[in-house]
């Protein structure tokens, strides 16, 4: 594309905290890129702070749009996909198909709701997310819609089976740390995949943005899990029961990572819930595994020297200080391997393999893969003992799949994250299978 102008905007990013209205955001990100389309430039214009129109003019506007047209063709779809909490403005990631290639938008938008910035998002020359054989468009259809809990509101997407009445729904939760709704690592998306896959084979689902990507400045203090999982998937399991046509005894929560160890927690409330699907879900407490994969990186590196080993050895030492039960003299704030004493706490004093044992009615389904180094065939063998004897629990060990659910041919290290592959297709028919049989 031609350097005619590229209309990059310093944000002015600050540190104070700022909410907006998601669903109007995305509305408004939309109908400035529908206007443009229409070449209705005047008027795609007039949504820009004042304070900008002093460093475009429309015409810089119009030249913009035509020269992504000559270098890119027809426009196929443009939608608002993400967004995000940036100091007192609102962050809008905007997805651009065409005709010879794709072009992504971040819009700035102020309190005012006005645009504020506007730049296109650069091209990363890595490895692309591909639909996998399984994701048949033909046999489903996908929209938008919003997890909404008071204060939040997080973009999701439900996929629906096509020509198919009581359908179930499955409810995605996701692992630690921050994800887009596709549960996107490098260019792999597991749940995107997960989605096409059930959907395929007639099962609906949900999956939506994790609260800590839209609102990063709320985990700048004291918190848990609470806040960063459990109302948010409480919310979307209810909003399963909403979906016309869907199956009101058919409702599942599929639990990744963190989301699998805390499937029991959530499932504790939602007790018409049909079954809980635990997928590399960690058995013991989140320290152990912490330094059950650092001792494995480390291992990886072969450094056999002694400063690196008298190195380690100490940051194990800091890894333990996450032990606490308790918050004793220290503040709920105050900073342990980069979570607050309060999250630390609340997560230690809950016993996930416990806690699955005391659900009787539910049907459960523990997934785990072989070369999976962040949650081991040390935590399968855990849930196989301690939830011994249990008649409604099934388990399914696939040697040769990783963390992100993909078939790998060794167990590996993140970096293998960064080399796009598929969620198992065996993997999804076998939980398709399961939830068929009832």
């Not at 443009?78 to 992504?104: P, Y």
């Not at 029961?241 to 199956?247: E, L, N, R, S």
Request: aromatic content about 12%; cysteine-free; glycine content about 6%.
């Amino acid at each position: 594309m031609k350097k005619s102008i590229l209309l990059i905007f310093a944000l002015l990013f600050t540190t104070a905290t700022f909410s907006q209205n998601v669903v109007t955001l995305f509305n408004n990100a939309d109908n400035f890129f529908q206007l443009m389309e229409e070449q209705k430039f005047t008027q795609a214009y007039s949504l820009f702070d004042d304070t900008v129109k002093t460093k475009i003019s429309e015409e810089n506007l119009k030249k913009l749009w035509t020269d992504m047209h000559t270098a890119l063709g027809k426009t196929e779809s443009i939608e608002a996909v993400q967004s995000k909490v940036q100091g007192q403005l609102f962050a809008v990631t905007v997805e651009g198909k065409f005709e010879r290639g794709t072009q992504d938008f971040i819009l700035g938008f102020n309190k005012a709701q006005k645009i504020v910035g506007f730049y296109l998002a650069p091209k990363v020359n890595s490895p692309k997310y591909l639909s996998p054989a399984y994701a048949d468009t033909t046999l489903y259809s996908e929209k938008t819609a919003y997890i909404t809990s008071p204060g939040h509101q997080l973009a999701a997407v439900i996929t629906i089976p096509k020509n198919s009445k009581n359908f179930p729904v499955i409810v995605f939760v996701h692992g630690s740390g921050t994800y887009d709704m596709d549960e996107t690592v490098g260019p792999n998306k597991p749940f995107k995949d997960l989605a096409a896959g059930f959907a395929a084979q007639g099962i609906a689902s949900i999956r939506y943005v994790k609260r800590t990507l839209i609102y990063a400045n709320e985990f700048q203090k004291a918190f848990t899990v609470k806040e960063e999982v459990l109302d948010d998937a409480n919310q979307a399991l209810l909003m399963a029961k909403t979906i016309p046509g869907a199956d009101l005894k058919g409702i599942y929560l599929f639990g990744h990572s963190l989301g699998g160890m805390l499937a029991p927690r959530i499932a504790a409330s939602f007790p018409d819930l049909s079954g809980i699907i635990m997928a590399a879900a960690p058995a013991r407490k989140l320290t152990d595994l912490i330094i059950d994969q650092n001792k494995y990186l480390f291992s990886k590196m072969n450094d056999t020297t002694q400063k690196s080993k008298e190195q380690f050895d100490k940051l194990i030492t800091e890894f333990s200080k996450s032990k606490i039960t308790q918050a004793g003299t220290m503040k709920p704030d105050s900073i342990i391997l980069g979570l607050p004493v309060s999250y630390w706490v609340d997560l230690n004093n809950y016993d996930q393999v416990a806690a699955a044992k005391n659900i009787t009615k539910q049907r459960f389904l523990v997934l785990q893969g072989g070369n999976d180094y962040q949650v081991t065939e040390e935590d399968f063998n855990l849930w196989k003992t301690g939830l011994s004897g249990k008649q409604n629990v099934e388990y399914k060990f696939y040697p040769g799949i990783n963390h992100l659910l993909s078939q790998q041919l060794e167990k590996g290290t993140g970096v293998q994250y960064q080399t796009f592959s598929s969620v198992s297709a065996t993997l999804i028919n076998d939980i398709v299978a399961w939830i068929k049989i009832k």
